[in-house]
Each structure stands twice: as structure tokens, then as C-alpha cells.
């Protein structure tokens, strides 16, 4: 399985050549870019030819990057409203749709090729109209994403319409089969359990979040410091037919430059 280093980890700062570095010293074959303007401003020209400048002349791969969750630079806390493309008021909805094509248009000249999206936020309820929504939006976002060279994965999060049995029913009801999901193994911990998530959704799961939790919040720890059952959990990625890609997010706040390469190795070997 492919190992990736999400962006996540160094979301309090601004993504430049530096870090990418040190992912690749760290193991990483790979990186997801978080698309987070503070941290990776993707309508800026010159920081997205930074970065393309970069893995042109690297290994390393863009293998996806994750669609913004705010349009602004404060991840919401000034008051901006959060990306949410299954959102009641149809206002809302376009909004987040051009939110995330503004990010989308940085394939032009970075070559990542998965865009993970999430549909909604926490609170969001589950109904018909939700199915709807998630199905427009994702038929528009396909079409933008499609000649760019780039395939949408969708994440389970810890709301009702992103469990693995409603994911696959709205995938399945919209003949969604270009688009692929991203497995989140901490949200998956916390509410049906990860090698339940891993038996519903199967081959469409094209990668993996992982970071670790203690089943109750979404913590976003380094494996191995919350209770999921790593080996167990790897062992059912492992049998399904196209083992995905196993993408490392931990959460800001556990980012110290001074051990940062020595816990990703760490990480990365314990998901081997």
C-alpha cells in the first residue's frame, strides 16, 4: 500500500518546499495536500507553482489533495461558513461547489489525482433531500474534476449521512461509480467500527486516513496511542482486491520539529 503523508500535520503553517522535504525523508511515497488557505492558499498562483516547481523535480508524489472545510483563512473562527455542499439552503450549497472548484483548478499545474470531499458537517441529518444533494453535488464536482485528471473520493465522517451504508447508497442510487471513497479509520472507530466500514464499502475505498482515537473523539492521534486494533485493522485492508493507499493525518497540534521524522518512520513501519 502506498504510504502518504497528509498535510494535515503541518496545517499551523504555511506549506512550502521545506516540509515537503521532510516528508520524504520520513518515508512518505506520497503527500496529500490539505487545501486550508493559512496553510496552502490555492488561488494563489505563486504558491501553487512553488509546490508544482517542487514535484517535478522530486519522487514524491501528489497523490490527492483534501478539499477546503472554510473559504477563509481563519478555518471558520472569524465567522465564515463552513464547505457544505449538502447544505439546506441552495446559496450554501453553490457557494461550497465553487469553493471547492477554486482548489480543484490547482491541477492545472500540480498533479495530484484524487480530491478527497467531505459531504456536510457534523450535525448534518440524514433524509432524501441530503441524498440528493450529495448526489448533485458530486456530479458537478465530477464533471469540473474530470478533465483536470482528477477522481473524487468521499470520507465518512461522524454524521449520518457520511456512515459506510448511507456513502454506498448515495454512490449506488447516483451510479457514482467514478467516484471512489476515503476511508477514515478514526471516524470509523468511533462510530460503526473499522473492519465493519472496511466489509461495507470494499473495493471503492481507494485510500485510508489514518490516525488513532480512544472511541469517543476524533483525536487525531498517531497510531498506536489510541485502542483501534492496528494489525486487525491492516489485515482487512490488506485482502481487499485493490489495497489502497494509507494516508497519515495527525492532527496539528501533535507537530514538533524536533521528533517529527522520527514518528512518521515510526508510524509508517506500524502500518507495514
Known sequence: MLRVLSTHLFLQHRLHPGLLELAARSGAQAVEIFAARQHFDYTSSEDVAELAEWFSANPVQAFSMHAPLFPDREMGRAGAPGVNVVHAEKSRRIESMDEIKRALEAAEHLPFRNLVVHLGEQMDGWSPRTIEFAQTALEHLGAFARPLGVRLLVENLLSEPTTPEHLKLILEMGHLDNVGVCLDLGHAHITVGVREAIATLGSRI??????????????????????????????????????????????????????????????FARLA
Open 206 to 267: 481507494a485510500s485510508v486516513h489514518v490516525h488513532d482515537n480512544h472511541g469517543m473523539r476524533d483525536e487525531h492521534l498517531w497510531p498506536g496511542d489510541g485502542t483501534i486494533d492496528w494489525p486487525a485493522a491492516i489485515a482487512a485492508l490488506k485482502s481487499l482486491p485493490n489495497p489502497p493507499a494509507k494516508v497519515l493525518e495527525i492532527g496539528f497540534t501533535l507537530y514538533d520539529a524536533h521528533n517529527a521524522q522520527e514518528k512518521i518512520e515510526a508510524a
